[in-house]
């Protein structure tokens, strides 16, 4: 029989969200690399996107729910989560790309019903700064996309 160390189990919590996370910052790290030579605006702002919303804010809402959670989320809240935020995410970087501002704007909705289950992820969860921090922090990604959304309907109409 394995010494017991081998034998741990993995609780379903943060990793779906941390693995994803890290794909797209290592995706967006080596789509900046080898494009470095002709960067265009739309391979910039993918680039972007990718490791700073699909990568960083997902890992931080990932992690975050799950140090925060009062009590553990479902598997299959956490699947649909994880479903919604990378979907939306995928509707907005295709939209984008396509020049479809109905895309952007699907994407966007669908995000905002993502962020709202990682606000509701942590209710109940004490009011320390962490708490705040990652209230702030839903705040601002639902508010910086609402910015997208309105520069992306901005750009369709010019």
Do not use: E
């Not at 265009?40 to 702002?45: A, D, H, I, L, S």
């Not at 295709?94 to 699907?106: H, I």
């Not at 969860?125 to 910086?144: D, E, N, P, T």
């Amino acid at each position: 029989m394995p010494p017991t160390i081998f034998r741990a189990t993995i609780p379903p919590g943060p990793w779906p969200f941390l693995a994803a996370g890290a794909l797209a910052i290592l995706v967006g790290g080596s789509l900046s690399a080898a494009l470095a030579h002709a960067p265009t605006r739309p391979v910039m702002w993918l680039v972007a996107y990718l490791v700073l919303v699909v990568g960083a804010a997902q890992i931080v809402l990932g992690a975050g729910q799950w140090r925060l959670a009062v009590r553990p989320r479902s598997t299959a809240m956490l699947a649909l989560q994880w479903l919604l935020f990378n979907g939306a995410n995928g509707l907005v970087m295709a939209g984008r790309l396509l020049a479809c501002p109905a895309a952007v704007a699907a994407g966007t909705l669908v995000l905002f019903i993502a962020l709202a289950l990682f606000w509701h992820g942590v209710r109940g969860a004490r009011s320390g700064w962490v708490a705040r921090a990652y209230r702030a922090f839903v705040v601002l990604l639902g508010g910086s996309a609402l910015v997208g959304i309105g520069l992306s309907l901005w750009r369709a109409a010019a």
